[in-house]
């Protein structure tokens, strides 16, 4: 007598590609030689969006969701540095560190301040899912 055996299936299939949710934009150091405070770099915040979007179809990008949240710091007229920023709880699932920065190191150190600030530290936070 042939008995079957079930087929474990992962819990959470996706139903299709990820997709980028945003989250947050936290400004967290502006230093202007007027001393005044930094208005938001709107201009900046779009390039940097549209290239975290791209994650989605990045070749070697996550196949299974989770949060992030990187860190561009601008000085000067030079290119950001792009780095990952964690400060989320324990529990909270991560996207993979390296496969993120893989795909959008390039991408986003091609960005570039559009106001006039001496140094502009600015962290991204979003979700694949």
């Known amino acids: 007598m042939r008995r079957s055996i079930p087929i474990a299936t992962p ?22 030689a007027s001393g005044r405070a930094c208005p938001r770099d709107e201009g900046m915040e779009q390039a940097v969006w549209a290239a975290i979007e791209g994650l989605a179809a990045c070749p070697s990008g996550p196949r299974t ?24 709880a324990d529990e909270v699932q991560r996207l993979d560190r390296d496969t993120v920065l893989g795909c959008l190191r ?17 962290s991204f936070r979003f979700s694949m899912e």
């Not at 819990?11 to 150091?29: E, H, I, K, N, Q």
């Not at 106001?115 to 530290?121: C, G, K, T, V």
């Open 11 to 32: 819990a959470a299939t996706p139903s299709g590609p990820l997709r980028v949710r945003r989250g947050r934009v936290a400004y967290l150091r502006c230093d202007q």
């Open 106 to 122: 390039a991408v986003l150190g091609a960005t570039r301040r559009t106001i006039d600030a001496e140094r502009l530290l600015v």
């Open 65 to 88: 969701g989770g949060e992030a949240d990187v860190r561009l710091d601008y000085r000067g007229d030079e290119a950001p540095t792009v780095e990952w920023r964690d400060t989320f």
